[in-house]
């Protein structure tokens, strides 16, 4: 089993940066294949970006390659979003995702675990 928790979304101008964390309990979570996915209003939840549970592997969606950097401290079992150059189509509530064997990592239904969400605004 896996708890996870979001933190460090808010409102940003465009262009600007902000974290996000999200922190995992749970004994699973070493060997977890992690992620973030959005949802914004009137739109369909997609995938962001997902690591690998070695840190080895990143994966992102194409509109936020080169702005956005996903990462993890397994020791600390966090895994981390950096969003830099942010743009008002980034608004969206993000969620956390977490699963073990993962065979697709841009696919939301390869996920057993999820976050509450924190919310982005990116707006001036």
């Known amino acids: 089993q896996v708890q996870l928790v979001e933190s460090g979304g808010g409102l940003v101008q465009p262009g600007g940066s902000l974290r996000l964390s999200c922190r995992a309990s749970g004994r699973s979570f070493s060997s977890s294949t992690m992620g973030w996915f959005r949802q914004a209003p009137g739109k369909e939840r997609e995938f962001v970006a997902a690591?690998?549970?070695?840190?080895?592997?990143?994966y992102y969606t194409d509109s936020v390659k080169g702005r956005f950097a996903i990462s993890r401290d397994n020791a600390k079992s966090t895994v981390y979003l950096q969003m830099n150059s942010l743009k008002p189509e980034d608004t969206a509530v993000y969620y956390c995702?977490?699963?073990?064997?993962?065979?697709?990592?841009?696919?939301?239904?390869?996920?057993?675990?999820w976050g509450q969400g924190t919310q982005v605004t990116v707006s001036l």
């Open positions: 995702v977490a699963s073990v064997g993962v065979s697709s990592e841009r696919a939301a239904s390869a996920y057993g675990y």
């Open positions: 690591i690998l549970w070695t840190g080895r592997s990143t």
